[in-house]
Structures are given as C-alpha cells and as structure tokens.
T-cell receptor, first 113, second 107 residues
Framework: ETGVTQTPRHLVMGMTNKKSLKCEQH?????MYWYKQSAKKPLELMFV???????ENNSVPSRFSPECPNSSHLFLHLHTLQPEDSALYLC????????????FGDGTRLSIL | KNEVEQSPQNLTAQEGEFITINCSYS?????LHWLQQHPGGGIVSLFM???GKKKHGRLIATINIQEKHSSLHITASHPRDSAVYIC?????????FGTGTSLTVIP
C-alpha cells in the first residue's frame, strides 16, 4: 500500500470513446504527477500539479486533459485516443516539487482498440 | 539518445547469484534514484544517492558523480527480487528515466 490509489486498474476503449482515469493520494502531499509508460521506453512525464496548479505539460497531445480539483485527487480525461496511446499510465505524488522522491500508484493499463 | 542509459536491458540469474545493474547519465545532477517496478506495475523507490554508497538489506547502490555512473548490486539474489529496476535523475525541473533492467531470478 503506497498511499496512492489509481482506478481503474485496466481499461479498454475504442478510439471514439471518452473515459477518465482517477488518482487519489492519502499522504497529504502537495504535488501530483501523470506518467506514461510504453513498452521498452522510459517513463515519460506528462503533467505535474503543485498545490493544484499545473506546472508542467510536456508537449502532451490535447486528447489528454488533466484535472486536479484538490491536492488529493488527480484525473486524466481521455478522448479520441490513438492505438499508440496504449500504455501503462502511472500517477505519483510527492510532498514537494520538484523532487524524485515520489510515491507511485499501481497504474492503469490502457488498451485502445 | 536517452539522457539515462542502463545496462543490461534484461538479466536472468540463478538464485543466490550476485547481480549488478549499471546506469550512466549525461546531465549534471545532484542526486540519482533507483526504483523497483514489480509485474503489477507499481513503482517503489529503493535509493536516493548523491555520493558514495548506500546499503539496504541485500541491496547496495553506488554512485560516482564525476564519472556520471551508478551501480545497483543485489547480493544473494532471490526470486522475489524479480522486477524491473529503473534509474532516474532530476536536473532542475526535468525528470529523466532509464528504460529499466528486467531481472528474473530463477529458483
């Protein structure tokens, strides 16, 4: 139990669907992150929120839309995804930003049909 | 070219063997992290290093900041050590990760 919970664990969706990934942290941390992990590729940082404000958006396509309503919750809204978006999406949190001392969730395995 | 390179990519060992995973990076950093990812997907932090050596149980991590190189050693390896080990660095506000070393320890 890392204190960071992601739902759902698995998601299969068509390219025209709209879905959302959810992340919740119970650690009292101030920063939250979304990462994409594709096979044989390094972890890619997608978005960072620090005190609910977006601080990083690493050239992520607009079909991915993050939302951070409070410091404990982070969403990733998905629409019109492409097959190459199939990957493991990991959420993490940290007390401060920037730091690599992050706590990770177990990830959502996303498959695009 | 990735800012963080790990070797080997895949490693299979017999239970009890001594294991070494290497990480080289090309950017200036103040600290390096070793992470462990189990088949379920979750990632846990093993070490944060800024100099010298750290030990935690059967795991030992070393770093040479001048040579931009770090190693992770596992002594007396066990099947439960089977996982992907990832090296990560943070220069400034950027985060760079290696592609990971997939370790399988056979009983």
């Amino acid at each position: 139990e890392t204190g960071v919970t992601q739902t759902p664990r698995h998601l299969v969706m068509g390219m025209t669907n709209k879905k959302s990934l959810k992340c919740e942290q119970h650690l009292g941390h101030n920063a939250m992150y979304w990462y994409k992990q594709s096979a044989k590729k390094p972890l890619e940082l997608m978005f960072v929120y620090n005190f609910k404000e977006q601080t990083e958006n690493n050239s992520v396509p607009s079909r991915f839309s993050p939302e951070c309503p409070n410091s404990s919750h982070l969403f990733l809204h998905l629409h019109t995804l492409q097959p190459e978006d199939s990957a493991l999406y990991l959420c993490a949190s940290s007390q401060d930003y920037p730091t690599m001392s992050q706590h990770f969730g177990d990830g959502t395995r996303l498959s695009i049909l | 070219k990735n800012e963080v390179e790990q070797s080997p990519q895949n490693l299979t060992a017999q239970e009890g063997e001594f294991i070494t995973i290497n990480c080289s990076y090309s950017v200036g950093i103040s600290a390096l992290h070793w992470l462990q990812q189990h088949p379920g997907g979750g990632i846990v932090s093993l070490f944060m290093l800024s100099s010298g050596k750290k030990k935690h149980g059967r795991l030992i991590a070393t770093i040479n900041i001048q040579e931009k190189h770090s190693s992770l050693h596992i002594t007396a390896s066990h099947p439960r050590d089977s996982a992907v080990y990832i090296c990560a660095v943070r220069p400034g506000n950027q985060f760079y990760f290696g592609t990971g070393t997939s370790l399988t320890v056979i009983p």
